[in-house]
């Protein structure tokens, strides 16, 4: 089994995250030929960058942390947890 690489750390890390990731399918319980979920296991912790926090241009002085946060729906899987938007936060 190969081994995953270690992430590298974000120059503007601000937390960590780890948690397993819990993708759903885009359908959910109505496409029956999907599982309605994979569950994966995260083999590092990872960082989570300022930039993702930023709101963007209509707010630029903006920053915001949690759900709310911009991610891809792969890493949301792991940094949707309540925990990790604490250490957002």
């Given at each position: ?47 989570t ?10 707010c ?30």
């Amino acid at each position: 089994m190969e081994q995953a690489p270690i992430p590298a750390v974000y120059p503007d890390a601000v937390s960590y995250a780890g948690w397993p990731q819990d993708l759903h399918s885009p359908f959910g319980v109505n496409d029956p030929t999907l599982p309605p979920n994979h569950d994966g296991a995260v083999p590092y912790l990872y960082s989570t960058p300022l930039r993702s926090l930023c709101a963007g241009l209509p707010c630029p002085n903006l920053l915001v942390s949690g759900r709310l946060a911009s991610f891809s729906h792969v890493a949301y899987g792991s940094q949707r947890v309540m925990a990790t938007g604490q250490a957002m936060g």
